[in-house]
């Protein structure tokens, strides 16, 4: 092994090398990080070293998780066109009819809380966040069978890392196009292409020996989405349905990027490569809704379930070196294996109001996930112009 021939690598070592008590490690990526400390630092390592070092291989992304996360970005198209047929169903009077179906503009608001929790594995420690996310947009009725549109979104996530070891506030802008075409009154087509930027403020707690601190990184993670779906649509009375299936491509670029914070001489700072997390995924959604005619408007309660299939099912390795020595062998641990197939369930309420204003309230869980745990809640508007 070789080693830089310099004061902080000899101070380094004789901090490191010391007869220190073993302790229950929290992952195996943080036992590989112990014996990695061993072989690049200390020269004649004796005993065992006590690391803490949980979540050393922090990621934006993650095993499963989506890559976008504007409430339903993959079907805004047709939510749209759902809502402007109901705005067409909830007006009275052919003249109301016929004003309503000539507004082509239409513009749209939701915002949306999630619940963020993701379970301890052998590989990967586990973490506890919230994301609360703002979207606005518009879209355009091009024909009676067309609407295409447009919406951009402002994110913060915050997550904790269990076992105090960490973590990581994020904020991000996100931008989607999105169309729909009906090709009969049972058919219909849409896609989107969205880019996300994403900038993230990482704190890694290192506890070694005596080196106690918390490391910080700052790094840009940039994403681009897209996708094409078909369903088909058909009503008995007031129950309407909807089967849906959807094909949706993403890929997360992270920046490398290196920590600061310790001692200049007394640290463990890591500086980690580039890194590439790409998903696709097939979904097959039933959405059922159940419209309630009111004197002031439409009343529809629904309720929706999805299968989503992940098809970029193989573990990632992170590659990292440690700033105060760059030239040794790299640090590489392993991600969990992504969930392969798992699920989500809604439910909420549309109010549709005879000029043009549709108002809702949705929740959403993840099911059947490995390791994720989430929920969401979100509210929005739209209104016809």
């Known amino acids: 092994m070789r080693l830089d021939n310099t004061m902080t690598m000899r101070v380094s070592a004789t901090l490191l090398c010391l007869m220190l008590p073993a302790a229950l490690l929290a992952t195996e990526n943080d036992d590989a990080f112990r014996d990695y400390i061993n072989n690049v630092i200390c020269l004649n390592p004796q005993g065992d070293l006590v690391v803490t070092c949980n979540a050393a291989t922090i990621t934006i992304g993650g095993s499963g998780s989506t890559l976008s996360q504007t409430g339903n970005t993959g079907t805004q198209g047709s939510n749209d066109l759902s809502a402007r047929n109901q705005v067409d ?13 000539q507004q082509r503009w239409g513009v749209f608001s939701n915002i949306e809380y999630r619940n963020l929790d993701r379970d301890l594995t ?10 609360v996310v703002v979207t606005v947009g518009a879209d355009y009725r091009v024909n009676s069978a067309m609407l295409v549109g447009f919406a951009g979104s402002y994110g913060d996530t915050d997550i904790e890392f269990n076992g105090d070891s960490g973590g990581v506030d994020s904020e991000r802008y996100e931008w989607i196009a999105f169309a729909n075409y009906q090709l009969n009154d049972a058919l219909y087509v849409d896609g989107y292409a969205g880019l996300t930027q994403r900038s993230n403020d990482m704190t890694r707690s290192v506890r070694f020996g005596q080196i106690q601190y918390d490391a910080q990184g700052d790094f840009d993670s940039d994403a681009d989405q897209w996708g094409l779906g078909a369903g088909y649509q058909f009503s008995a009375g007031p129950i309407a349905l ?55 408007g439409v009343m529809a309660p629904y309720v929706r379930a999805e299968a989503v299939s992940e098809h970029e099912d193989e573990a990632r390795e992170i590659s990292s070196h440690l700033v105060v020595a760059p030239d040794a062998e790299a640090f590489v641990v392993r991600t969990d294996t992504p969930d392969d197939l798992y699920g989500t369930v809604g439910m909420g309420v549309q109010f549709v109001a005879p000029g043009g204003l549709m108002l809702y309230i949705d929740a959403e869980s993840l099911v059947a996930h490995d390791f994720l745990n989430t929920w969401s809640l979100s509210s929005g508007f739209r209104l016809e112009l």
């Open 122 to 131: 052998a590989i990967e420690n586990g973490f506890d966040g919230s994301s």
């Open 242 to 296: 909807d089967v849906a299936l959807r094909y949706d491509s993403g890929s997360v670029d992270v920046e490398a990027y290196e920590e600061t914070g310790g001692d200049v001489i007394e640290n463990l700072n890591l500086r980690y490569e580039a890194q590439t997390i790409d998903s696709r995924t097939v979904t097959l959604a039933l959405y059922s809704v159940f419209n309630v005619s009111l004197q002031s």
């Open 89 to 101: 169903q909830a007006v009275s009077g052919d003249a109301e009819a016929i004003r309503i179906q």
